[in-house]
């Protein structure tokens, strides 16, 4: 069963920078189309970033030219890499995989969450 583990989080002033990492115990060999969300208290959880396993990224508005989403040379490795982070940037980061093949022994799983790893910006 594949397994999400996330690290990197911390706090930090405004304007400073962080990188999330996420890792997928799942072999190297299947396909990880990647994401990131965020979910601040009192809000509901949020699309922040995603990468397909062809490098394909996506953003939303609100990081824009701020956070750059990468794969690792292992392509069950993802990094969030979040510059002039700002206040409201403060949320619990959760990484999420869909498993989309590969090799022939790859499953095909969607929706697998890490258990997040929380950033705080302080103003």
């Known amino acids: 069963q594949v397994q999400l583990v996330e690290s990197g989080g911390g706090s930090v002033q405004a304007g400073g920078s962080l990188r999330l990492s996420c890792a997928a115990s799942g072999s190297t060999s299947c396909w990880y189309d990647m994401s990131w969300y965020r979910q601040a208290p009192g809000k509901e959880r949020e699309f922040v970033s995603s990468?397909?396993?062809?490098?394909?990224?996506s953003y939303a508005d609100s990081v824009k030219g701020r956070f750059t989403i990468s794969q690792g040379n292992a392509k069950n490795r993802v990094y969030l890499q979040m510059n002039s982070l700002k206040p409201e940037d403060t949320a619990m980061y959760y990484c999420k995989t869909d498993l989309v093949g590969g090799a022939w022994y790859c499953p095909t799983k969607y929706n697998i969450w890490g258990q997040g790893t929380q950033v705080t910006v302080s103003s």
């Open positions: 990468i397909d396993h062809g490098g394909s990224a």
